[in-house]
């Protein structure tokens, strides 16, 4: 049986042949009423599109929007890969981990 490569390995074309077929999945997933496997494959989704962006372009200290929560916003406080570590601005202050794929630039 073949191991599963981690996305970090992943060519930038494996992760979106990946993205494309995890969304797949989600779908039919939703369509059958699946709702928690529909929320852990868009996880993976988030999660695969992650490795796709460049890391270094967020900078602790900043303020980004979530994306897909219009109105919420969180500030970075350290990068650790292609994790965000922070909190939510109006939320109780605890510290969380995002993948950078949830994070908008504030234009």
Known sequence: MQQEK???E????E????IAMVQEKAR????????????VL?????MAKAYLINPDSFKPGEIYELEGDPGQ???IDYMN????WG???????????????LLKWLK
Do not use: W
């Not at 992943?10 to 074309?13: A, L, Q």
């Not at 992760?15 to 990946?18: I, M, S, Y």
């Not at 909190?87 to 794929?101: Q, W």
């Open 42 to 46: 868009e996880r993976k989704v988030q």
């Open 10 to 13: 992943m060519t930038e074309h």
């Open 87 to 101: 909190y939510r601005l109006k939320g109780d202050g605890k510290e969380e981990a995002l993948p950078i794929s």
């Open 6 to 8: 981690r996305y970090s």
């Open 81 to 84: 890969g292609v994790f965000a």
């Open 28 to 39: 039919k997933a939703e369509q059958m009423g699946m709702v928690n496997e529909f929320a």
């Open 15 to 18: 992760l979106r042949q990946e």
């Open 73 to 75: 916003y969180f500030k």
